[in-house]
C-alpha cells in the first residue's frame, strides 16, 4: 500500500452505535489529520497530530474522539452520533515540522462515507 | 485571520476552452497557497503550491496560477479544457507564524461541456 488509506470506505451507523475510523499513511509522516467535509460546507478541520501531540481540536463535540498511537495511525472513535453527523470523513499527512504545520502539503486519503440513521 | 474565497461554486467550460478558477485570498503573515483537486469518490490531491519562490506556479496536468499580492488573488487557469478535468477544486492558505490551519475554500465544482 502506498499513500494515505482510510477504513471503512462506508459506514452505516445507528445513534447508539460505537464504531471506529482507520487511517494509515505509507509516506513516513509525521503530521495527521482529520477533517469532514459535508455537503456545501467547506472542508472542516477536527483534529490535527503533529509528532503524535494533538495540537488542534477544532471544538469538535466529544463524541468524536481521535486517537494517534504513533505517527503512522491515526484513529476516529465514534460513538452516540447525530444524523447531521453524516458525511465524508478525510483524512490527511503531511511531513510535519516543530515550526507549524501551515505551509505543508497535505496528502489526503480516500476518504470515508459516514451515514448515521 | 486568514480566509480563502472562492468565485462561484459551478463553472461550466465547453472541451478545450480555458478554465478560469478564482481565488481570493486574506492574510496578515506571507501566505503559502495551494490548490487541491477532488475526484468524484476520491480523497484531495495538491494540484500546485506557491511558497513565494516564483508568481507563477506550474502544476500537475497543465494547471497554473498566478500570485497577486496587489489584488490577492491566486487564479488558477488551464488553456485547453479536458473532459478529465471534471472535478471540485479547492483553494487554500497557510502561512508561516500562524497555529497550526490550513485555510480551505468552499470549493468551485467545474463541469466540461462536450
Known amino acids: 500500500e502506498t499513500g494515505v488509506t482510510q477504513t471503512p470506505r462506508h459506514l452505516v451507523m445507528g445513534m447508539t452505535n460505537k464504531k471506529s475510523l482507520k487511517c494509515e499513511q505509507h509516506l513516513g509522516h509525521n503530521a495527521m489529520y482529520w477533517y469532514k467535509q459535508s455537503a456545501k460546507k467547506p472542508l472542516e478541520l477536527m483534529f490535527v497530530y503533529n509528532f503524535k501531540e494533538q495540537t488542534e481540536n477544532n471544538s469538535v463535540p466529544s463524541r468524536f474522539s481521535p486517537e494517534c498511537p504513533n505517527s503512522s495511525h491515526l484513529f476516529l472513535h465514534l460513538h452516540t452520533l447525530q444524523p447531521e453527523d453524516s458525511a465524508l470523513y478525510l483524512c490527511?499527512?503531511?511531513?510535519?515540522?516543530?515550526?507549524?504545520?501551515?505551509?505543508?502539503?497535505?496528502?489526503f486519503g480516500p476518504g470515508t462515507r459516514l451515514t448515521v440513521l | 485571520a486568514q480566509s480563502v474565497t472562492q468565485l462561484g461554486s459551478h463553472v461550466s467550460v465547453s472541451e478545450g476552452a480555458l478554465v478560469l478558477l478564482r481565488c481570493n485570498y486574506s492574510s496578515s503573515v506571507p501566505p503559502y497557497l495551494f490548490w487541491y483537486v477532488q475526484y468524484p469518490n476520491q480523497g484531495l490531491q495538491l494540484l500546485l503550491k506557491?511558497?513565494?519562490?516564483?508568481?507563477l506556479v506550474k502544476g500537475i496536468n497543465g494547471f497554473e496560477a498566478e500570485f497577486k499580492k496587489s489584488e490577492t488573488s491566486f487564479h488558477l487557469t488551464k488553456p485547453s479544457a479536458h473532459m478529465s478535468d471534471a472535478a471540485e477544486y479547492f483553494c487554500?492558505?497557510?502561512?508561516?507564524?500562524?497555529?497550526?490551519?490550513?485555510?480551505f475554500g468552499k470549493g468551485t465544482r467545474l463541469h466540461i461541456l462536450p
Open positions: 506557491y511558497t513565494s519562490a516564483a508568481t
Open positions: 490527511a499527512s503531511s511531513q510535519g515540522t516543530s515550526g507549524g504545520l501551515e505551509t505543508d502539503t497535505q496528502y
Open positions: 487554500a492558505v497557510g502561512g508561516r507564524g500562524r497555529d497550526d490551519k490550513i485555510i
